[in-house]
């Protein structure tokens, strides 16, 4: 009994030392340079809004890419499309952001192979953006493939 016990906190220990919270942030985050400097975004918000930051769309059938001369910091897709995060990406090295627009309410995180997120030795940050109401913290999604210095963020906007 006390082997299963102990197995157990074993267990939950490793479950919650990878396991991430979500941190809320919205669109107007990113331009208040008070919540940026106050929660060391810095990074993050000059990958967002730098018209230099290498960018790369995955799309259904073809991967668009711009300023990739700078290298490839940006990676952007729809929830639809996390599979594609499972090939081997020429660029995944460079990443530091991934953005990844969920319009479907049964887009789930665990499509995506945790073996293939070694690819992206440099990412930061992962920004899910809903474009559907969330019923509650448990509905929103979350990597747990990636360790606590991998900054996990949520935005939720509905379209108009």
């Not at 479950?15 to 942030?25: P, S, Y």
């Not at 920004?127 to 559907?132: E, G, H, K």
Request: aromatic letters at 12%; one cysteine or more.
């Amino acid at each position: 009994m006390k082997k299963i016990i102990v197995l157990f906190v074993v267990c939950c220990i490793t479950h919650f030392g990878f396991a991430q919270d979500l941190i809320k942030l919205e669109h107007s985050d990113i331009k208040n340079s008070q919540f940026i400097e106050s929660n060391n975004l810095q990074d993050l918000a000059n990958l967002i809004s730098s018209s230099q930051t290498g960018f790369a769309y995955l799309g259904l059938n073809k991967t668009t890419k711009k300023n990739e001369e700078s290298g490839i910091k940006l990676l952007q897709l729809k929830g639809e499309q996390i599979s594609k995060l499972n090939s081997s990406l020429d660029f995944a090295s460079s990443v530091q952001m991934i953005i990844i627009e969920i319009s479907d309410p049964s887009f789930k995180t665990s499509d995506l192979d945790c073996l293939q997120t070694q690819q992206f030795t440099k990412l930061k940050y992962i920004y899910f953006r809903y474009t559907f109401e969330i019923d509650s913290n448990t509905d929103l999604q979350r990597f747990d493939c990636f360790t606590n210095a991998v900054k996990q963020f949520y935005s939720i906007k509905i379209p108009s």
